[in-house]
């Protein structure tokens, strides 16, 4: 550890890579020599044109989308395009797809029903408790859109490989995995992914949608929830989160610049990943809940023998400072999320201390 920082494990907000903080910590009260901080400076000046069109120009880098696809910066989190979508892209009789894969599924889900729009739940994993992603998934061959969330943060599995929809418009909530690894982007429609897990700060989610799926959107909207009117704002219809934005340029630089691109980042998540799991599969004390061909590359869940081994483990973990460590609250455990800023050091400096600790639990 450096500076008295943790190991974090974290599963939202995230560790946010050193190299990004020391540039906000050196620029933060005068950025780019502007005298003000970029807290302080207009959303309509040329100092933040420079921020949000770098961030979109890299970001259609990194993915190799062409002029076909928005980039567009929205608040409200992921949670809010549960409900953006059915309503801007299912009317009258239309219905959608989803494939449930757990909590933020089911939420997703939730908000199609509130506002009474006809959706299929074409496939789910709700029967093993959601510990495998759903194989040879039958669309509806009248579906508006299918919607998969990529990557499911509370019970540790993902989507290693992503469905073929046809011309049926597929859309992804990647809040947990976006820019972790190369996407296959002809295969989507839309993606959209809270910033706060592996790109930025909690308060801006990132919205990728294609244009041919845009044009097909309901106009009797509210403005603030019309993607048109991010759109052809440049997602400047209001004040956008620029604080936000800012970092996931960052984000995306360091990924670009520093870590070359997404395939060497994508060969990194899965040496640390690989790493963390070959350590648990091999001892008799710790044990995955996810299948293993379902495994997630982020966020790798856990148990321990009994439930109050886990709380002493947690406990102890934290204590010497690895922080995030404890299981969502809705199912226990334990889970270390391992975003793209986490770092060798840290899964290794992990494994060792869940090493100690098994053998001295025996």
Request: charged share 25%; aromatic share 10%.
């Amino acid at each position: 550890m450096t500076d008295q920082r943790i190991y974090n494990f974290n599963a939202g907000p995230g560790a946010l890579p050193l190299p990004v903080l020391k540039e906000i910590q050196a620029s933060f009260l005068n950025f780019n020599n502007s005298g003000m901080s970029i807290t302080e400076i207009s959303h309509r000046s040329s100092y933040f044109d420079d921020v949000i069109n770098d961030a979109v120009e890299r970001a259609k880098r990194l993915l190799g989308l062409d002029d076909q696809y928005h980039v567009l910066f929205l608040q409200g989190g992921a949670s809010l395009q549960f409900a953006m979508i059915p309503m801007n892209f299912l009317s009258g009789d239309e219905s959608a797809d989803y494939v449930n894969t757990g909590t933020w599924s089911t939420k997703a889900i939730k908000e199609a029903k509130i506002q009474n729009k006809k959706h299929v739940v074409v496939a789910s994993s709700e029967d093993k408790d959601f510990s495998y992603i759903p194989g040879e998934i039958s669309f509806s061959k009248d579906a508006k859109y299918v919607h998969i969330t990529s990557n499911n943060t509370i019970k540790g599995t993902q989507f290693a490989d992503f469905p073929d929809t046809g011309d049926i418009p597929l859309i992804a909530d990647m809040s947990s995995d976006f820019f972790s690894r190369p996407l296959p982007m002809k295969k989507f429609s839309m993606i959209y992914a809270g910033a706060q897990k592996n790109l930025g700060p909690s308060g801006t989610c990132m919205v990728i949608l294609r244009k041919d799926l845009l044009a097909t959107a309901n106009s009797d909207l509210p403005s603030m929830l019309k993607y048109s009117t991010f759109a052809e704002k440049n997602s400047m219809y209001n004040t956008p989160p620029c604080f936000g934005i800012y970092t996931i340029d960052l984000v995306l630089k360091w990924i670009e610049e520093e870590m070359g691109g997404l395939e060497k980042i994508a060969a990194f998540n899965k040496e640390k990943a690989a790493l963390l799991y070959d350590f648990i599969d091999a001892s008799n004390f710790y044990r995955a809940t996810a299948r293993p061909d379902s495994r997630s590359l982020m966020n790798v869940t856990f148990r321990l023998p009994s439930e109050e081994l886990e709380q002493k483990f947690i406990k102890e973990v934290t204590a010497k400072g690895f922080g995030g460590l404890k299981g969502h609250r809705s199912v226990g455990g334990c889970r270390a999320s391992i975003y793209n800023a986490a770092t060798m050091e840290g899964i290794k400096a992990l494994v060792a201390l869940m090493d100690t600790f098994q053998k001295e639990a025996k």
